[in-house]
């Protein structure tokens, strides 16, 4: 299994629509996982952080299941401006805590 | 403010040509990194600084030398550019990598390099 995972996508989902993606990962000691929004042409901003079992603000939810090894992210009401690529981050490699391992994305787009 | 900011924005080059690329980060932060993002969109970690000390060196050729003369800035040197080398690097800083309250990476802009 490759050490981050996600479906590219895209994703073409109606203004008001609830989508979610997963993200897969090997490194069964991590702890700590991110979600990181990519607009088009512009740099990776964090979106959630995801510690436990999940995280919740506003239209956005990450849940974890560590058995599996999956963490997801569900947007709820989507907006236009959700259209992006959504980023799942894993600490892995030797040097936990230290690198950031990037999935390759999975992209959005919310059509009016 | 900018948070972490990178110079240039765009580099076009000839191959074989030296180039550097800056990074300074106003945070207060003690982590410092490069990620290259390919032409299709993988952003993979160069490099790791902490405190002006290298952490991680992942596969990079030995072409890419990072220099930190202070724990703000990390430039990014680049020798004999090759054509496999156009991407955008993004620098990027956090103030504890290992601390999960404060692990969160701020990116600069990125310098879109382009080799000819």
């Known amino acids: 299994r490759k050490e981050v995972e996600q479906d590219p996508g895209p994703f073409n989902v109606p203004e008001g629509a609830t989508v979610a993606f997963n993200c897969t990962y090997s490194n069964s000691a991590s702890q700590s996982f991110f979600w990181y929004r990519q607009d088009c042409r512009k740099e990776p901003k964090l979106l959630m952080s995801?510690?436990?079992s999940g995280n919740e603000d506003g239209r956005f939810t990450a849940q974890l299941n560590r058995a599996s090894q999956y963490i997801s992210l569900l947007i709820r009401d989507s907006k236009l401006s959700d259209s992006a690529t959504y980023l799942c981050?894993?600490?892995?490699?030797?040097?936990?805590?230290?690198?950031?391992?990037f999935g390759p994305g999975t992209r959005l787009s919310v059509l009016p | 403010d900018t948070a972490v900011s990178q110079t240039p924005k765009y580099l076009v080059t000839q191959m074989g040509n030296d180039k550097s690329i800056k990074c300074e980060q106003n945070?207060?932060?003690?982590?410092m990194y490069w990620y290259k993002q390919d032409s299709k969109k993988f952003l993979k970690i160069m490099f790791s600084y902490n405190n002006k000390e290298l952490i991680i060196n992942e596969t990079v050729p030995n072409r890419f030398s990072p220099k930190s003369p202070d724990k703000a800035h990390l430039n990014l040197h680049i020798n004999s550019l090759e054509l496999g080398d156009s991407a955008v690097y993004f620098c990027a800083s956090s103030q504890d990598p290992a601390d999960s309250s404060y692990n969160e990476q701020f990116f600069g802009p990125g310098t879109r390099l382009t080799v000819l």
């Open positions: 981050v894993v600490p892995g490699g030797d040097n936990y805590g230290q690198n950031f391992v």
């Open positions: 995801v510690y436990s």
């Open positions: 945070l207060g932060h003690d982590t």
